[in-house]
């Protein structure tokens, strides 16, 4: 053990024929560099600066074995030598930083988004909208050959070991059960049979490497699909692959199809280390000492230190966190953890841009997958820059350009910094986004940004400063949606109930169901406004809301979900027909609807919102306010929607106000953020835009 501030998480781990300088694995990620050659160089700086950053091995995205295992058309594949060379930029630049890299071999199955996946048995998968081929018993050997020339190249192309992908709901995964695997031959049946290709992929792998090459299995250890395995199932296989020749066991929760999130931000941290545990200590108890890795929403390093230190784990997989900071280990062990800029597992610019087939990036680090890119270098010569707004776009401004040499002086009108992170904080499940205003904080002290809060600046005093340069990064002001009646004392906007908390009746109605409405739903259904704890920062809680159950008591851990009773009935309304939420995260948006309809979050499209008033009339509710719709085009099946309170979440517009008076005085000025555009705004725009501006001035 060393004397760092994480004993467990810095120690060095002995795999008998190398060792691994510490528990740190940086988990695979599919960035979209794997797939075509042209991408090779900066895969190269990606993995290199993670090395650079101290961890102690790097599993690389999914390669496939073989085109039948693409996980989508002409997807990254390893099954030519000629492919092999091309991977030495890779391994060799991972090398010269002193780091350890190992190959994900990826074979998606029926999960592939192409025409040629193949699968146990022809079942479409609801993820796809192909239907696989069934392979023949030729056809299965053929998957196991290719798997074994994967590794074989890998070694070849310099890498120090591979990652068997056996979980998620993919290719080896699927032969393990019922729900995918209904073959009769001698790979389906009994689960001898349906385990056979997970372990002959291991032990013929194993026998091509050689002993001296790491070779890691992931395993499924908790299914979430209702006819997912059995643990005893799990057990049996864990203690087969580990027979076979794998030399560590990683661990995969929930396959891709599975309607309970398992990385999203709303997921506590940790979430699912104890079913690691269960496996680590039934392991052993038969003696069997292979190092287990666990892993989901690990994000800090105190997390992963009391994960290890409480025995749940031999090794800790951590994949978001190194594109938000790859430098996080290092940082861990010099005492500068309040340094780290943390994944705050939104998806937004990770997983979100792979299923758009758009490369990989980072919210809160526009550099991740962008190295060789966007480089932030100093600055020639140095100027005096301020900074309007330290929200998002302000902040990533400010500190970058500090870093560069700039004098930076940025202001804002708020006691504290953030903009409108101040009031995503409060949503339950959005606790993450703390951390990134204490990685600003943090940052704009070391990098010496002078910051004035407290007073909205005007453009003639910014004129008076004589700045060199001038940046607007003011953000945006709620749209007035301009609704008859709306000055009514029960009209809230989303900024009175999130940041300055007034009062909300036991009805609702949220007028607007984008991102904020959305959020404001889930608040008020939720009581936080009440107290109501988050169940994001109570496990149990949100094991019970979701319905996850230990799977030794219940075969793919899934049981009915129990979700707390909504606080308070609650409307959501948008103008446009269709289903709401149509704008929220590609990986994200099911999340949240899930969510609202647990609460009973009653939603109505195609609303027109007529006026607000006084509700009268025999059936009147005393005391409440009515909002009059009306639907569709035709403004037909009038109503009165009577509740305690209307909160407005109509969108935004941007807040440019100094941006006339200062050129109308020759200031140069720069816009970024919500003050550019409010359309589409979200932090991942903000921040790329405030980055890629401080790096150019
Ligand atoms: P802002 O954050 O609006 O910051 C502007 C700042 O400028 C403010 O602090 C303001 O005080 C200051 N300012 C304005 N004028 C002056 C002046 N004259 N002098 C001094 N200071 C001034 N985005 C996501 O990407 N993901 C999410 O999950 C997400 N959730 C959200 C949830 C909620 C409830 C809300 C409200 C927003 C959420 N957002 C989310 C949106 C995200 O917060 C914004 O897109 C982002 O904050 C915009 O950044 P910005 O820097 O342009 O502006
Ligand atoms: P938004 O997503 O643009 O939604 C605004 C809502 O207001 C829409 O539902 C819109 O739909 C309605 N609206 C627009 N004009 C209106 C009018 N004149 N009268 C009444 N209703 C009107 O904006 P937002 O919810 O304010 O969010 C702001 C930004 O923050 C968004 O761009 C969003 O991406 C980001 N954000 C993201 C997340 C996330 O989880 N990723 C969460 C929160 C916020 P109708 O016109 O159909 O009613
Ligand atoms: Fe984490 Fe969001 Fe960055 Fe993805 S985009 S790595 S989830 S902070």
Known sequence: MTSSPYPHLLSPLDLGFTTLKNRVLMGSMHTGLEDGRRHFPQMAAFYAERARGGVGLIVTGGFAPNIEGWAKPVAGTLATS??????????????????????????????????????????????????????????????????????????EAGYDGVEVMGSEGYF????????????RDEWGGSYANRMRLAVEIVRRVREAVGPDFIVIYRLSLIDLIPDGSSWPEVLELARAVVAAGATLLNTGIGWHEARIPTIATSVPRAAFTWVTKKLRDALREQGITTPVITSNRLNMPEVAEAVLARGDADMVSLARPFLADAEFV?????????????????????????????????????????????TISKAAARKRIAVVGAGPAGLAAATTLAERGHEVHLFDAAAAIGGQFNMARRIPGKEEFEETLRYFTRRIEVTGVHLHLGARIGAEA???QKFDEVILATGVTPRDPKIPGQDHPAVLSYIDVLLHRKPVGRKVAVLGAGGIGFDVAEYLAGGADLGHPSPTTDLPAWLREWGVADPEAQRGGVVRAQPAPPAREVLLLQRKPGKPGATLGKTTGW????????KQVEMLSGVNYERIGRVDGPTGEAGRIGLFVTFGEGRKDGRVLAVDTLVLCAGQEPLRELQEPLQAVGVKVHLIGGALEAGELDAKRAIDQGTRLAAAL
């Not at 890779?90 to 074979?107: C, F, W």
């Not at 990770?350 to 997958?369: G, K, Q, Y």
């Not at 949240?592 to 647990?598: I, Q, S, Y």
Request: hydrophobic residues 40%; contains cysteine; positive net charge.
């Open 82 to 155: 000629a492919a092999a060379r091309r991977h030495r930029q890779v391994t060799d630049a991972v090398h010269a930083e002193g780091g350890k890299i190992a190959l994900q071999i990826l074979h998606t199955g029926r999960y592939g988004y192409q025409p040629l996946c193949v699968a146990p048995s022809r079942i479409k998968s609801p993820i796809s909208p192909f239907t696989p081929r069934e392979l023949s018993a030729r056809g299965i050997e053929r998957q196991i050959r290719a798997f074994v020339r994967c590794a074989r190249l890998a070694r």
């Open 172 to 183: 080896i995964n699927q032969f393990l059960v019922t729900h995918t695997n209904q073959r």
């Open 330 to 374: 290092n940082k861990a062990a010099q005492g500068r953890r309040d340094e780290i800029n943390t994944c705050i597992a939104c998806n937004q610019a990770c997983l979100d841009h792979t299923f758009a087939n758009r490369l990989c990036s980072c919210l809160v680090n526009p550099r991740a997958c962008q190295e060789t890119g966007l």
């Open 462 to 464: 910014l004129a008076a």
């Open 591 to 598: 999340i949240h609807r899930a969510a609202l309809k647990m």
